[in-house]
């Protein structure tokens, strides 16, 4: 059966809200204001011990750090060995059968026969795409004296595709007819491992911007530019290299004070990067998977007022049923726990944005379904 309907829009009030929408089956209890740092965390089991492996996405590797120092402090027996390999790494390891699980900033290509290899690591069941948070990907940028730039999708793309070359382009002076733009060499910057960012960033491109490539985890060697490894590795090259823009995180953008152009959306909209504005283009996302398979269809060209545009949902992929014996309890433990109310809550501080309630409901319910 596929799910459809709209998700309901993320906001930090949403996000405060969330344990008043939903509850946990492994906690006593939903109020978590009254918990302390040294309180269990959710899916918290005193006799559970070992290690999981796992490996992918870098965009969620700061909230992959937060959720493994909570959940390690209250299961000591525990450790959580995640490597920020890249998304499009991480599925390939996930297939090879030599990490439990992958983060993945998309979901399981059926183009490559992505799903059918994962089934057949699961063995006795299906690979499932499981959505554990939203990361805005911000367009940022290194252009001294230059504050609040806007860029079109046309001009974000003529950029990437190394078709504008200076920051005095006549496009960007029409994006920005107030700005004094100086005729300072663009340097473009893009991911040059496989990235689940890349695909995103490039999808949205193809939809509201007519990139003349496809979209996918490795970037067009046509496009030619500047690459950099990682999400760390962009925001340091843009944050060292005078005229410098590329595409990352939010997290990774405030955390680096990198900055970030305000986007239009499909409606022409200029629209600066929160997590409530990010939340917008969430709500019109769609559940397309089957069962506990849970990926999503995204708009990236929606006229949501206040909406900003580019926005990726990053998984965790793993078996439903099928993966080891000895990881079955941590795997759904420590998901049970990235999925609490608690888990997404601890994420609103990192430049990320929560799940909306009504999709986190279905995620706790797939994690639930792992055996």
Known sequence: ???????????????????????????????????????????????????????????????????????????????????????????????????????????????????????ARCKTGKAINLPMVTGPVAVVYNLEGVEGLQLSPKTIGGIFDSKITKWDDAAIKADNPDAKLPSTPIQAFHRSDESGTSDNFTKFLVKTAGWPYEAAKAWPTEAKGQGAKGSDGIAQSVKSTPGAVSYVELSYAENSSLAKAKVANGSGEFVELTPESAGKTVEAAEVTGQGNDLKLSIDYATQAAGAYPIVLVTYEITCEKGLPAEEVKLVKSFLSYTSSDEGQQALTSLGYAPLPATLLAKVKTAVEAIS
């Not at 909230?63 to 959580?80: L, R, T, Y």
């Not at 920020?84 to 030599?98: E, L, Y």
């Not at 059926?110 to 290899?117: R, S, T, Y």
């Open 1 to 119: 059966m596929k799910y459809a309907g709209r998700l309901a829009a993320v906001t930090l009030v949403g996000a405060l809200s969330l344990a008043a929408c939903g509850t946990d089956n492994n906690t006593a209890s939903t109020d978590t204001s009254s918990s302390s740092a040294a309180a269990p965390a959710a899916g918290s089991d005193a006799g559970l011990s070992g290690t999981i492996n796992a490996a992918g996405s870098s965009a969620q590797a700061n909230a992959m750090d937060e959720w493994k120092k909570s959940f390690q402090q209250a299961n000591s027996g525990v450790s959580i060995n995640y490597q920020p390999s890249g998304s499009g790494a991480g599925v390939q390891a996930f297939i090879q059968g030599t990490v439990s699980f992958a983060g993945s900033d998309s979901a399981l290509n059926d183009e490559k026969g992505e799903p059918a290899l994962a089934d």
